[in-house]
């Protein structure tokens, strides 16, 4: 399929990515920002595909040795120090997924399970991380955990300790990376599934605080005695409960504080709604139960990410080398958070993560790079119009020759 031709950077995107010039030398940033604005204009993550709709684009290889060599580290900070400029009211949410793969001989791929689909799928786990604000959803970070040791025979040494280290010791490490990186967020997010004391002492002793759901075999002391949250919770009198209603759902409610075997002093928030039953827990004692419900329930910002990025680029990612799956990972989260600030700015909101549908965005970005496209075929004439024709008949070999480098200079 023939996409529209992308001469240059939307007027929207262009400053954005000046904001990763720094760490780019001249022909990497070119490069950088021929991948950001060709993964706006289509759906396919193929390298061979995003280079060839650049009018002016060099030979593949260059792409790929690129992807191969990105700053992730460099790019992580400077999506932080946006994230910081944007967002007001932020909480960091904790999760994972597991982004599907087709084919064979797949570096860090194998057969894992994936909860949202409810089965056992081929593909990549990985460990995600996004910023909840009031503006939006600001994707933050995403790590591969390798599946078989097996797969990591050409991975170098740094990669392969992934394959070691427990999804729980990674976010740590994603937390750690964060607060170094000068992330504004004083409370984190998670599931039951990363509720540890592992997890919430590394937190504390950075000075911040969690909200978590908790499992009902979890031990709390009540009246003297380690009983079960499930337990307490079938002992309840519901005339004793408080009803609130968060997000036209309404929540029966009782809290108390206690302490939880391995974590301490908690609140608990023990809720029956429409969904069921669920144990909130969290170490600040304080709060109301209601304000601790409203918080957590920002985690699903995460679950609207993940379905997005399912759904946009990324699942169709044909790369094989373990470096690549890990560039171009991080580069498509990195265009939609600035597709998420785009979207703040031009107050387009159909552009934003979970008010719009991939097919909205496609359709919103090709309009601007007609426009552009138009405009510089006024003022250029034929010689853009033999540009463009070339690129599409030759887009796996360089343009710079017969496009002499002015048409995308940037």
Not at 235 to 252: A, D, H, V, W
Request: with cysteine; aromatic share 10%.
């Amino acid at each position: 399929m023939i996409e529209i031709p992308v001469l240059k950077p939307p007027d929207i995107l262009a400053d954005l990515l000046s904001e990763f010039r720094p760490i780019f030398d001249r022909r990497q940033y070119r490069q950088f920002c021929r991948y950001i604005t060709a993964s706006w204009a289509s759906p396919t993550r193929s390298v061979a595909h995003l280079n060839g709709i650049s009018v002016e684009h060099t030979n593949q290889s260059n792409m790929n040795r690129f992807l191969r060599n990105v700053n992730t580290l460099d790019i992580f900070r400077r999506s932080v120090d946006l994230i910081n400029r944007f967002c007001t009211d932020p909480v960091l949410v904790l999760d994972d997924t597991v982004l599907q793969r087709s084919g064979k001989h797949i570096q860090g791929a194998g057969w894992v399970y994936d909860h949202s689909e409810g089965k056992t799928v081929w593909g990549v786990p990985v460990i995600s991380a996004a910023v909840s604000g009031n503006e939006g959803i600001f994707p933050l970070n995403m790590d591969i955990k390798p599946v078989s040791r097996d797969d990591l025979v050409n991975i170098n040494e740094g990669k392969k300790k992934n394959f070691h280290m427990s999804k729980i010791t990674m976010q740590m490490a994603v937390v750690r990376r964060a607060v170094t990186a000068g992330l504004n967020f004083s409370i984190a997010l998670f599931d039951s599934w990363y509720f540890a004391a592992k997890l919430t002492g590394f937190l504390e002793s950075l000075g911040k605080d969690w909200i978590t759901e908790a499992k009902s075999d979890r031990k709390i002391l009540v009246d003297g005695e380690w009983i079960g949250i499930g337990e307490y919770e079938e002992s309840l009198n519901p005339g004793n409960m408080k009803c609130y209603t968060i997000g036209g759902r309404q929540y029966f409610t009782r809290s108390i504080v206690t302490k939880m075997k391995k974590i301490g002093d908690v609140r608990i928030v023990v809720s029956r709604g429409t969904e069921g039953k669920k144990f909130f827990v969290t170490n600040m004692i304080a709060w109301k139960p209601k304000r601790i419900m409203e918080t957590y329930l920002r985690r699903w910002d995460i679950e609207t990410m993940h379905r997005e990025i399912k759904q946009d680029g990324i699942r169709r990612t044909f790369q094989r080398v373990f470096a690549g799956i890990v560039s171009t990972t991080k580069l498509s989260l990195l265009g939609d958070l600035l597709l998420e600030i785009s979207a703040m700015r031009s107050l387009e909101t159909q552009l934003k993560i979970g008010k719009g549908t991939p097919g909205l965005r496609y359709r919103s970005m090709a309009l601007r790079l007609l426009q552009d496209l138009f405009m510089a075929l006024e003022k250029k004439g034929q010689r853009l119009l033999d540009a463009i024709m070339e690129s599409i008949r030759r887009p796996y070999k360089s343009t710079v020759a017969i496009t002499g480098g002015q048409f995308a200079k940037l």
